[in-house]
Nanobody
Framework: QVQLVESGGGLVQAGGSLRLSCAAS????????MGWYRQAPGKQRELVAA???????DYADSVKGRFTISRDNAKKTVYLQMNSLKPEDTAVYYC????????????????WGQGTQVTVSS
């Protein structure tokens, strides 16, 4: 069982930045695709960003140019750098892992973290 633990959430003013981290418990991280998702109150969970083991990235249109996903395979950690934050970015952010990138892109990865709250005040 792979465990994923997110950290780095918090309260920030609009225009500010946060960096989320997601640490994986197993070496499978090195070959798995990773994704960051978010869910705001009353809304469906959505994919924010995804990255393959080789570094290919995809982003939701709403965060392109503001968020950057990256990974450090040696540290078994994936990051989400969030800049120019907006109140509409407020949500619980989850990281997730799957062997298949397409599964991450479609929102059905096998392993999920517990989530970290990001709140952006106006």
């Amino acid at each position: 069982q792979v465990q994923l633990v997110e950290s780095g959430g918090g309260l920030v003013q609009a225009g500010g930045s946060l960096r989320l981290s997601c640490a994986a418990s197993e070496s499978i991280f090195a070959i798995g695709a990773m994704g960051w998702y978010r869910q705001a109150p009353g809304k469906q969970r959505e994919l924010v960003a995804a990255i393959t083991s080789g570094g290919t990235r995809d982003y939701a249109d709403s965060v392109k140019g503001r968020f950057t996903i990256s990974r450090d395979n040696a540290k078994k950690t994936v990051y989400l750098q969030m800049n120019s934050l907006k109140p509409e970015d407020t949500a619980v952010y989850y990281c997730a892992e799957d062997r298949l990138y397409r599964t991450v892109l479609t929102g059905n990865p096998r392993y999920w973290g517990q989530g970290t709250q990001v709140t952006v005040s106006s």
